[in-house]
């Protein structure tokens, strides 16, 4: 039974032949070097909160890395008055959950799952800018399928769930004059959103089904989005779709089976 996560579920909704490329063939491109330093923050900001979460010394990590540490103890400032609010808490740091839904797993790593006996808040760490348009977080796919499976596999009814976004980020990266200030973002659920979500993954899997009869009996490809979308010229395929004389890295044959950087910052460990 395949396993999809939220990066899945993008692709697949954005373009299902870059899930063909990306997901059953492995192929992508080779991250610039600004993107994979960036991505190595994330990645080792979330081992941190991780470790902190855990109850794990962070002290020598800390004192090697100041600036990423200052970040830490932004960020748990300002969650912990939240949770001091909440006594009668239940916590835990990177907590997963699957759900066979449509002959898929459904798969979700949550930074950190709280719960008190009549609400779940999922957290979510992130390092890059807050996004201006909140309905932009609600609308991407981490959100709905955290929260969809959060509610699919508990006893919370969708109007006692919530997921809040703290976004971090680098000294250099950042251009706030505060570097170490912590945004968030809360998004509230409800039964409404969680029929709307349902439907949404019922269409997107039973034409991933179909998507995966063609191309494993018949050896027909996985759709492609229309390129009137303008999403082509941007993605990192387009050389090997013929859709851009120029692909982003210039070059298809510099394809390799590299890492999703899209997940970096999301791995489970
Ligand atoms: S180049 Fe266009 S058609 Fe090809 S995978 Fe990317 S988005 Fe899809």
Redesign the pocket.
């Known amino acids: 039974m395949l396993r999809l996560n939220q990066s899945h579920l993008t692709k697949l909704e954005?373009?299902p032949?870059?899930f063909q490329?990306s997901i059953l063939e492995q192929f992508l491109s080779p991250v610039a070097p600004d993107l994979q330093e960036k991505a190595e923050w994330g990645k080792h900001f979330h081992l941190l909160m991780q470790q902190q979460e855990l109850g794990l010394p962070l002290s020598p990590l800390l004192e090697q890395e100041q600036e990423m540490g200052a970040s830490v103890i932004s960020l748990l400032n300002a969650t912990h008055e939240r949770r001091l609010n909440h006594p009668q808490h239940w916590q835990e740091a990177e907590h997963a959950r699957t759900l066979n839904f449509e002959d898929f797993l459904l798969t979700v790593v949550y930074d950190l799952l709280i719960t008190q006996p009549n609400q779940g808040e999922i957290y979510d760490w992130k390092t890059y800018p807050k996004p201006k348009k909140h309905q932009l977080l609600a609308q991407q796919w981490q959100t709905k399928l955290y929260l969809f499976v959060l509610a699919e596999t508990s006893h919370y009814q969708p109007e006692q769930l919530s997921m809040t976004y703290w976004f971090v980020q680098s000294k250099t990266a950042s251009s706030s004059p505060d570097k170490t200030a912590i945004q968030s973002a809360r998004i509230a659920y409800n039964v409404k959103q969680h029929e709307t979500i349902r439907q949404q993954l019922k269409t997107l899997l039973n034409q991933l089904k179909q998507d995966l009869e063609n191309y494993e009996r018949q050896n027909i490809p996985f759709p492609?989005?229309a390129e009137e979308k303008g999403?082509?010229p941007r993605?990192l395929?387009?050389h090997?779709?013929q859709?851009?004389a120029v692909s982003v890295q210039g070059n298809s044959s510099r394809e390799s089976p590299l890492v999703d950087l899209d997940q970096i910052a999301e791995l489970p460990i």
Do not use: E, S, W
Request: charged share 20%; aromatic share 6%.
């Open positions: 954005t373009c032949r870059q490329h492609q989005v999403i082509c993605c395929f387009a090997r779709c859709r851009n």
